[in-house]
């Protein structure tokens, strides 16, 4: 169903759990479908600020477990991804190459460093879960050192594109490194998903968590993400629910399409002393703390200081 901008903010808010709903880890993943994952952490890697930013406080440690002991999720293609879609993603694993450049020479490296390819296998199969620094080969190595791969860029680019194929898995990380083993080894047996089929069942999934999309132009909401979008969306957390952390998100108002955290406060001018009064929506009382940048900052009922742990 169609839709306008200001209801579609808060469909979105809600359907990406950016307002107090999310309960734990594992049920947040399946509901965004993915975590993004990334190396550069200026703050914290970006699956741990996505989940802080749903769930405030939080145990790091369940991610893990979930990933390596209780196996409900899984590492793939830098996301991790609920267990139930492996059916899915193994469909795109199976998904024949492209006609793009990329995809041409990922092909024929696989058939010219054959070699290689049988040795990471046959070491995985005798000694797997492995990280890569244990195995080598001749072919290992690159002629030269790349700026991004180093001198094993050869090993490198076979270990990825094993993986994107589906035929090893990522089994668990040592010191943030990734530990390799076959995927037969790592997967369980699920069943066959034609790639069109998987594609969307994907997209659905998608939609589904972002509540809204952009089609011909114009702003369309999910059903399920729609009903009941015109009541009050977004409330402080419950503390009875979760007494282990205090509410930490402000109310959304039906008149007002926008999350107090999204509000555009007021210039201050300088720091100056600490101030008191009430918060950008007048309602809830809160202190003034200082800026970053062009922003005041206050704290109070709002919150708007707290900085990930």
Not at 242 to 262: I, K
């Amino acid at each position: 169903m169609a839709t306008d901008v200001a209801h579609a903010r808060r469909i979105a808010v809600r359907a990406q759990l950016l307002d107090g709903s999310a309960t734990d880890v594992l049920s947040t993943v399946r509901h965004l479908g993915f975590l993004q994952m990334d190396p550069i952490s200026t703050v914290a890697p970006p699956q741990y600020l996505v989940l802080w930013s749903r769930l405030g406080n939080y145990d790091r440690a369940e991610l893990d477990r979930l990933l390596w002991e209780e196996k409900k999720l899984f590492e793939w293609s830098a996301f991790i991804w609920p267990i139930e879609d492996l059916p899915l993603i193994r469909a795109r694993m199976r998904e024949r190459w492209s006609h793009y450049k990329r995809d041409k020479w990922a092909k024929e490296f696989l058939e010219e460093q054959a070699g290689l390819r049988r040795y990471v296998l046959r070491e995985l199969e005798r000694r797997g879960p492995l990280p890569s620094r244990e195995l080598e080969h001749h072919a290992a190595r690159a002629s030269e050192r790349t700026v991004w791969w180093g001198t094993r860029a050869q090993l490198t680019w076979m270990l990825e594109l094993l993986h994107r194929r589906g035929r090893i898995a990522v089994a668990g990380r040592q010191g943030g490194q990734r530990l390799w083993d076959l995927a037969e080894h790592w997967y369980p047996e699920t069943e066959t998903v034609p790639i069109g089929e998987a594609r969307r069942l994907l997209e659905e999934k998608r939609f589904r968590a972002l509540g809204v999309k952009l089609e011909k132009g114009r702003l369309v909401a999910h059903p399920e993400a729609a009903h009941g979008a015109r009541v009050r969306l977004l409330r402080p957390a419950d503390p009875a629910r979760r007494p282990d952390r205090r509410p930490h998100r402000a109310r959304l108002r039906p008149e007002d399409p926008r999350p107090a955290g999204e509000r555009r406060l007021r210039r201050g001018r300088g720091d100056g002393p600490r101030r008191t009064g009430n918060c950008a929506d007048g309602q809830a009382p809160c202190e003034v703390v200082g800026r970053r940048g062009s922003r005041v900052l206050r704290k109070g009922a709002c919150d708007l200081a707290r900085q990930p742990p």
